[in-house]
């Protein structure tokens, strides 16, 4: 279910000094774009804007000046990573597919890890297409199997139905290195093999 976000239309200057005297006044600047329609300047209560990220929000049901469903597509923050500065909402129909990024859970103990490898997250997220109403909040891969040496893909993890890859599945997301040293067996164990 979306999130319930209510929202005032910004009249007057925009730009850099009218947002910044509006985030003084506890409120986010945000632009709702998309279907063609004209772009609407919105404000958002910095509650709002807190709960959205709490909550990982990734759609909103816009009430107030304007009555939408719409898709958070971007939250820029300021240069410390703190405040959001600004948020960029689309208009969605629940029922049209979307692009958007996801993250990624990695779920396990490697063996590789166990072995002595260093865990390599290359990738922390992933581009999908799926139906508005069923964005999911991250997709989990497990690397419990993961030995010394061995990568996963994109294309390994396990989507959720309606749910399609965007992001290359070449894409390596994680990786455990092999420690110095490490080529294979050692001339113990093939001994032992033998």
Known sequence: MAEVVQVERREGTMGTSASRRLRK???????????????????????SVD??????????????????????????FDPLG????????????????????????????????KQG????????????????????EAIVLQVTAVAAGENRTA????????VSLVTSPETVVYHIEKPKGMRGKTAGEEEAAE
Do not use: M, W
Request: proline share 5%; with cysteine.
């Open 25 to 47: 006044t506890g409120q986010v600047p945000a632009v709702l774009y998309g279907h063609k329609q004209g772009n609407e300047h919105l404000t958002l209560t910095q509650k």
């Open 82 to 113: 703190i405040d959001v500065l600004h948020i960029d909402l689309q208009r969605v129909d629940l029922n049209e597919r979307v692009t958007v990024t996801v993250s990624i859970q990695f779920k396990g103990e490697p063996a590789g890890a």
């Open 51 to 76: 709960s959205i990220i709490r909550h990982h929000s990734k759609i909103v049901e816009l009430q107030g000046a304007v009555n939408e469903t719409a898709l958070v597509s971007d939250l820029q």
């Open 117 to 136: 490898g260093i865990v390599i997250e290359s990738g922390h997220e992933v581009e999908v297409e799926c139906p508005a109403v069923a964005i999911p």
């Open 155 to 162: 294309g390994d993890l396990v989507l959720p139905e309606n």
